[in-house]
Every structure is written in C-alpha cells, then in structure tokens.
C-alpha cells in the first residue's frame, strides 16, 4: 500500500528533491502544517510534537516526508499550498468571520484539518465548527473505521494518551462527499504523546501509541489524495 501511495502521489505532482546535505526537502504537499489561530488559546503548544510525528511517518513508511512542519494562518493566501492543517491548544478558539469562510473553501476543496484537544479548546471548536459547517455535525467515528487499521491497528478506536476529564479518548469527524476534511480528538491528547519522551514523561508504550495513530492518520489523509 506505501509503495502505491507513493507512486500515485508522485503522478500528482508530489516532488521529491535532495540538497546537498542530503536532507530530503519537498514541495509544500508532504508535511504537516500547524494552524494558528485567535481567540487566546496556545496554537503553539507541543512544539516538538510534529517534527518527532513527521520523523515517526519517515522512519516507519519510506513516505518522504519534510522534517520540519510549517504554519500558516486561515487567510494566508498559501493556505491551499498545505492540504494537512493540525491544531491544537489549551484554550480559547476563535475565527473571523473571515477566517471561517476561507477555512470552509479550504476544506471542501481537498484540504484536511486534524484537530487535538490539548485541554481546555472543546467547547470553542466544537462552536467554530458549528459556525463553519452549519450542515454537518462533528460525529464519532466508530473503531471500525479504516483510519484506525491504515497500519496498525486499533480494535477499540482513538488511544488514551492523558488523563484529563478521565473520560474515554473520542475520534469525531466530518464527511463531505465521502471524505474525512475534520479529525477531531477529545479526551485522547495525542500531541501530548509526539512531544519529545522527557517533556510529558510518557510510558513508552503509550507514546509509542501515539505515534502509531499519528502515522495512521496521516496515510489515510493521503489515501484520500489519491484519484
């Protein structure tokens, strides 16, 4: 399946150039771009989490991935150039209307958000998604859904990575025309689990999850690239 994605990708258009330091770089379509946001809550939070997830994706696929994630804001004209947005937090979200209308366009046009409850933004983002989708609704994605076996395997859905609210790691998503455009995970912090092993003192069992169902993850948002 990596070998076909990768081909399929590279048919598209995804290219792959080596420095001379022999680092890998690529365009702006195979990495993982943070979303930053208004309203007071710490977009920036976790800042080790995304290049250790993009050198898991590296390391364990073949896929290659940049080694440095990148940022962009909702009304950046470039915003289309990153098909993979994450976000995070542990407080406030807040778009301008603006900001909503942009981030709608980017989404039902190809583009894909994953959102990780760091703590403290479920109640924001759940009300900016209302806003930004009036016709769907966040709904949970069962274990059985593809994104939980792309490589490994998750029987019971979304791992438990913090404790939180102590309450049971839940997946939601929205669906147009059959694909996947919002991940969202609640009660799971899984960002937490990419950080560097000495910042959260994770088991490695449990960030060794993490990382799994970040790996997943993104092989199925590039499953859903290819035609």
């Known amino acids: 399946m990596l070998v076909f994605l990768l081909a399929a990708l ?23 771009t943070r979303l930053q946001y208004e309203g007071g809550g710490d977009w920036y939070a976790n800042p080790s989490s995304l290049p250790n997830l993009l050198a898991a994706i590296r390391e364990r696929t ?3 991935v940049s080694a440095r994630p990148q940022t962009v804001r909702p009304l950046d ?14 407080g406030n979200v807040r778009f301008s209307p603006e900001e909503r209308t942009a981030l709608r366009g980017y989404l039902l046009a190809g ?11 479920d109640e924001s983002f759940r009300e900016e998604m209302a806003e930004i989708f009036p016709e769907y609704e966040l709904a949970e994605i069962p274990p059985d859904q593809a994104v939980f076996r792309m ?5 019971e859905g979304l791992p438990k990575i913090h404790e939180h609210d102590g309450k049971p790691p839940q997946a939601f998503g929205i669906f147009h025309g059959g694909r996947l455009i919002v991940f969202y995970t ?3 912090d899984l960002g937490d689990g990419w950080e560097d092993p000495d ?9 060794e999850s993490a990382l799994r169902m970040g790996v997943n993850l993104y092989l199925y948002v ?3 690239m290819v035609p």
Not at 78 to 90: I, S
Not at 151 to 155: G, I, L, T
Not at 199 to 207: L, M
């Open 186 to 188: 609640y009660e799971s």
């Open 10 to 32: 590279t048919s598209v258009g995804v290219g792959v150039h080596a420095r001379a330091d022999n680092d890998l770089q690529l365009d702006s379509v195979l990495t993982i």
């Open 77 to 90: 004209p470039t915003l289309k150039d990153h098909p993979y947005l994450y976000m995070t937090g542990h």
């Open 199 to 207: 910042v959260h003192d994770d088991a490695p069992d449990v960030r």
């Open 111 to 121: 583009g894909f958000l994953h959102a990780d409850d760091n703590y403290g933004m």
């Open 222 to 224: 590039l499953s859903q």
């Open 62 to 64: 073949g896929l290659p």
């Open 151 to 155: 490589m490994y395997d998750f029987p």
